[in-house]
């Protein structure tokens, strides 16, 4: 049974360069949530969707960042232009429905760690 | 508003010593009470959860009551092993399926 599932593991790019990173949640679940998660700043929530619509961005660190949820199974997270302050482990994580009896459980993909030269 | 306070680590244990990581929250209502754990390089795990006052989860060994009185979930573990090392993060959930995550704390389990 695949878990939340991303892409890619590990990206080194240069300051000014565009970064997309790319997240499948598991299926069935209708709430996906990307976080930064950084030493200095800890676990952020930058952004979460529930139903393919995002519900509250105000996470999400400045116009620089967007993200798109076109479909159940499929989101993105997008930085352009990086900067090398966005260097961090980006996660992605979903859930069930919250009304279920186990949609107060949020799983975790393994996570994106980006460079910013 | 939502919040939670974990304690400040980095904590160094032997291994087979009693483990317990402080947690509280503020939270208006009735939110439910989780522990994640992250191993190095990987993402977060549940751990542990309940979901209602007086509730204990437990798994692996550890242990968290939900005291609504003291607005308190703190993990506990009796023997901790080297495998335990890891970073702890408290959580609460609210209304939606927005979390709110303590900061972490760090645990090092030396043989």
């Known amino acids: 049974d695949a878990g939340v599932i991303q892409s890619p593991r590990h990206e080194v790019t240069e300051m000014g360069q565009e970064v997309t990173l790319r997240c499948k949640p598991i299926s069935g679940h209708n709430s996906l949530f990307w976080y930064r998660q950084t030493m200095m700043r800890g676990l952020e929530l930058l952004i979460y969707f529930n139903n393919n619509v995002p519900i509250d961005d105000s996470g999400m660190p400045e116009d620089r960042f967007s993200a798109k949820m076109p479909n159940a199974s499929f989101s993105t997270l997008k930085i352009q232009p990086s900067e090398p302050r966005d260097s961090a482990v980006y996660f992605c994580a979903s859930s069930l429905p919250s009304g279920s009896s186990l949609g107060d459980t949020q799983y975790f993909g393994p996570g994106t760690r980006l460079t910013v030269l | 508003g939502n919040s939670v306070t974990q304690m400040e680590g980095p904590v160094t244990l032997s291994e087979e010593a009693f483990l317990t990581i402080n947690c509280t929250y503020t939270?208006?209502?009735?939110?439910?009470l989780f522990w994640y754990v992250q191993y190095p390089g990987e993402g977060l795990q549940l751990l542990l959860k309940?979901?209602?006052?007086?509730d204990k989860g437990s798994n692996k060994g550890f242990e968290a009551t939900y005291r609504k009185e003291t607005t308190s979930f703190h993990l506990e573990k009796g023997s901790v092993q080297v495998s335990d090392s890891a970073v702890y993060f408290c959580a609460l959930r609210r209304t939606g399926n927005q979390f709110y995550f303590g900061t972490g704390t760090s645990l090092t389990v030396i043989p």
């Open positions: 939270a208006t209502g009735y939110p439910s």
């Open positions: 309940a979901t209602k006052a007086d």
